[in-house]
């Protein structure tokens, strides 16, 4: 089940601003656009320059929050950021990689000073299907599940067929093309799970 069928608000933060010169950061937020444009806030945030955590206070206050993000990108950073006071493990930067390391290892509840409380989660090392179906796919797609049904063919498969309403919708810059290949390849990979 993907968050927005579940109606969970997402807000994309975007933290190590500090190690990022204008040209990556300008690609960066290129990249993020498309979620920006189907309502996914975007924060740029410093942990080590403090730049966006007065917004990530307010939009956590109040809430009951999950930080999911993968290994390295600074999720601890920036809870000791928000929590100066608390004894929480940071790892440094690897110097093999130059990336961030591995350093939560459980989920962990943290009550927030301003009220709401924040998960911090493990890092995500990889990303599998869940048991989904077909239906909750498509309601996580909220750009692409307007169009669905919408194609010439019932049984279209978005892939060469003519008048297919998806392909027809990136070429007129309503759907971004990255969005459709991943519905594309996670709508591939339910399809070989299911038996029979």
Request: hydrophobic residues 40%; proline residues 5%; contains cysteine.
């Amino acid at each position: 089940m993907t968050i927005a069928a579940l109606g969970v608000h997402g807000l994309l933060v975007l933290n190590k601003l500090d190690v990022l010169n204008k040209p990556a950061l300008a690609t960066l937020t290129e990249r993020m656009e498309p979620y920006r444009r189907i309502g996914y806030p975007l924060l740029l945030t410093s942990s080590y320059t403090a730049q966006g955590l007065d917004e990530l206070r307010t939009w956590l206050r109040g809430r009951v929050s999950l930080l999911v993000g993968q290994s390295g990108v600074g999720k601890s950073s920036l809870i000791k950021a928000l929590l100066p006071d608390r004894e929480i493990r940071i790892q440094a930067v690897s110097q093999f990689t130059g990336h961030g390391t591995h350093t939560t290892t459980t989920s962990t509840l943290y009550h927030l000073p301003d009220g709401g409380d924040l998960v911090d989660t493990p890092g995500v090392r990889s990303f599998e299907l869940g048991e989904i179906s077909l239906g909750d796919l498509d309601r996580g797609f909220v750009d692409i599940a307007p169009y669905l049904g919408r194609c010439r063919f019932s049984d279209c498969r978005h892939l060469t067929e003519p008048a297919c309403a998806l392909r027809e919708a990136v070429a007129h810059g309503e759907i971004a093309a990255r969005r459709l290949e991943s519905y594309l390849q996670l709508w591939a990979a339910l399809k070989a799970a299911r038996p029979g």
